[in-house]
């Protein structure tokens, strides 16, 4: 009688062993500042999701999204938006003086210094061949104007700032699929969807009369620099 007890409870207890011992499911992660996908009440062991963050925030370990994955129980890179300060755009281009430390970037981070440095006989208004700006919380600090110096045997007594001229880009000549031609005043950058390619654009900017402009290139590769600017006229 003892033994077919026994037996009864082993024939109860070893199932649910073996049961907890096999790979657990994960419950929804919690995820402030952002959200994940695909959205469930749990997540069966092996399961990947994708997380991204609100605006202002970034993936815990950089970049637009992130990935986490449930490993019996537990979630491998557990999903966490952090603070992303302001960046700032590309710095203004100014007649007269050129950016002299920094490649082109598509963003700068917060801190970030741009030298400019006055062509030859140019001087800022405080006498200075080179001035730094800073981004601070998304914009740049007062950049300089740089004119024609009005030292000792200067006849210049009123110095201005004149104007390099504008681009005119013949896409005609190119071969990304468009055949329009499209002014641009000195200074400005646009962005051309390259449509011979899905998903692809060149970014062309305009500097004292020249154009400078990327190769056809993904959105992507476009972000982390990885297309070059280059002179086209």
Known sequence: MEVRCLEFVLLLWVPGLLQAQGPQPCSAPS????????????????????????????????GWWGTSTCFDGLWFGIPACIEN???????PRISNATIINLDFQDVFTQDTEVVYQCKDGHTTKEGATKKSVFCRAGVWTDVPTCAPSTGPGSTDTHPTVTSSGSCVLDLSRLNI?????????????????????KEHWMVARCSNGKIEATSCCSRETLRLNR????LMQ
């Open 227 to 230: 297309c070059w600017f280059n």
């Open 177 to 197: 699929g468009q055949t329009i031609q499209i002014n641009m005043e000195d200074g400005e950058k646009k962005w051309i969807e390259c449509t011979q390619w």
């Open 31 to 62: 995820l402030d500042a952002g959200f994940f996908l695909p959205v469930q009440e749990s997540y069966p062991h092996g399961t990947k999701i994708s997380y991204s963050c609100n605006d202002g925030y970034k993936a815990e370990r950089g």
């Open 85 to 91: 300060p302001p960046t700032c755009r590309e710095p």
